[in-house]
């Protein structure tokens, strides 16, 4: 089995170093990741600008850019070879409900399900890397049984799963979970610089506005690792019939997309 590793939080975090000692023995098993954090970058890829892959002392080697460009630009040449599977993190802090949106960790997962390969997202919910060994512990579990079961290496997938900073044996079972919601971020953060201008730095994240029995934040709470399948089509499937009799009304037209867009 070979494994692409990437995250956001920069080739030399913790959580990835952590997620490398826990593979490295189950599989073959290469990083490719940021340089510095890259945080919120969601899957912003670099295009006006040239990237550079280097490599450091222990052998993972690094990108000027984004987690997305670590895993497109790995998948598209840099290694030579698929990988039967990409796992990104271990992240700095939760990426639960809408912050899934934002996650470069996420982000790097997804790019290599877009690739057509098998990718998981791996997160702890708080920051500061506690009990960052028994998170490793899980991903290593649950790698290992994905791959007893054959689920790697076939059809693509994309799954995110966020960890509780708990000892090992105080985690509960993996829950399968939908994504909750949050409250709109905190106000924006001013200052002014030594030159007079004012900065301003993103707020940060709002509460959890839905965190009922069946999301991530609920699971994560009670102890549990929480694991959602993600999708990328964006499309509002419920919303297809209403916005065909709006585009209808609006170009005038009795059917204007009606018949293709009534079949979602």
Same mark, same amino acid.
């Given at each position: ?8 939080d920069?080739?030399q975090a913790?959580?990835?170093l952590?997620l490398?000692?826990?593979l490295k023995?189950v599989a073959?098993?290469e990083?490719v990741?940021p340089?510095?954090?890259n945080?919120?970058k969601?899957n912003?890829?670099t295009?006006a600008?040239?990237?550079?892959v280097?490599?450091a002392?222990n052998?993972?080697?690094y ?10 630009? *790995?998948?598209?040449? &840099?290694? @030579?070879y698929r #990988?039967? %599977? ?5 992240? /700095? ?10 996650s470069?960790?996420?982000g790097?997962a997804?790019?290599?399900?877009l690739?057509?390969v098998?990718?998981i997202?791996?997160?702890q ?5 506690r009990?960052?060994d028994?998170a490793?512990?899980?991903v290593?579990?649950m790698?290992?049984?994905? *791959?007893q079961?054959? &689920?790697? @290496?076939e059809? #693509?997938? %994309?799954l995110n799963v966020n960890i509780? /900073?708990l000892?090992?044996e105080?985690l509960?079972?993996v829950?399968?979970c939908?994504?909750?919601r949050r ?14 201008e004012?900065m301003?730095?993103i707020g940060?994240?709002g509460?959890?506005?839905d965190?009922?029995?069946?999301t991530?934040f ?7 690792v929480a694991?959602t399948p ?7 499937r419920?919303g297809l019939r209403?916005?065909a009799?709006?585009?209808s009304?609006?170009?005038g037209t009795a059917d ?9």
């Open positions: 089995m070979k494994i692409l590793i990437s995250n956001d920069g080739f913790p959580g990835i952590a490398y000692e826990a023995d073959e098993v990083v990741a340089e510095h954090n945080s919120a969601s912003a890829l295009l600008q040239p990237l550079y280097h490599e002392a052998g993972f080697r990108v000027n850019g984004t987690p997305a460009d670590c895993v497109h630009i *790995a998948m598209t040449g &840099l290694l @030579g #990988p039967d %599977l990409v796992v990104s993190g271990i992240n /700095n802090g939760a990426n639960m409900g809408d912050d899934t949106i934002y470069g960790t996420v790097a997804m790019e290599g399900y690739f057509g098998p990718a997202a791996f997160s919910t708080e920051k500061g890397w009990h960052i028994a490793g512990r899980v290593r579990d790698v290992q049984r994905m *791959a079961q054959r &689920l790697i @290496g059809k #693509p997938w %994309l509780p /900073n000892p090992y105080e509960k079972p829950q399968v939908r994504l909750g409250h709109a971020a905190e106000k924006v953060i001013t200052m002014t610089s030594p030159r007079g004012t301003y730095w940060d994240a509460a959890a506005m965190d009922s029995e069946g991530d609920h699971a994560t709470r009670l102890g549990h694991m993600l999708k990328v089509d964006l499309t509002d419920d209403h916005w009799q709006v585009a009304k609006l170009a204007a997309v009606g018949g293709q867009a009534g079949q979602g």
